[in-house]
Nanobody, 122 residues
Framework: QVQLVESGGEVVQAGGSLRLSCAAS????????MGWFRQAPGKEREFVAG????????YYAESVAGRFTISRDNAKNTVYLQMNSLKPEDTAVYYC???????????????WGQGTQVTVSS
């Protein structure tokens, strides 16, 4: 069992930056690949970024590649999402998720956090 708690969401102006954090409970954090997803009002949840168990490999949605960076600190049981050059279309609830099998968007994610709201004003 893994419990995930996101933080760091807030209102930011377009062009600004924000860093989200996701803290995981338990001592088996490095057994899980991690992903960030987001869901905007009236839209389906979409994959944002994923990171491998050791943090050595990452994968990004085309819409955020070059602007967002996912990273993890296994000693702190935490995964991060650094978001730069934010756009109004990045406005969404952001969720972190843990997977035993994959850090790709088509992976099976077993545990989810409750989400944190990011609002980008124009």
């Amino acid at each position: 069992q893994v419990q995930l708690v996101e933080s760091g969401g807030e209102v930011v102006q377009a062009g600004g930056s924000l860093r989200l954090s996701c803290a995981a409970s338990g001592r088996t954090f490095n057994n899980y690949a991690m992903g960030w997803f987001r869901q905007a009002p009236g839209k389906e949840r979409e994959f944002v970024a994923g990171i491998s168990w050791s943090g050595g490999r990452t994968y990004y949605a085309e819409s955020v590649a070059g602007r967002f960076t996912i990273s993890r600190d296994n000693a702190k049981n935490t995964v991060y999402l650094q978001m730069n050059s934010l756009k109004p279309e990045d406005t969404a609830v952001y969720y972190c998720a843990a997977s035993r099998t994959s850090y790709y968007p088509w992976g099976s994610y077993d545990y989810w956090g409750q989400g944190t709201q990011v609002t980008v004003s124009s």
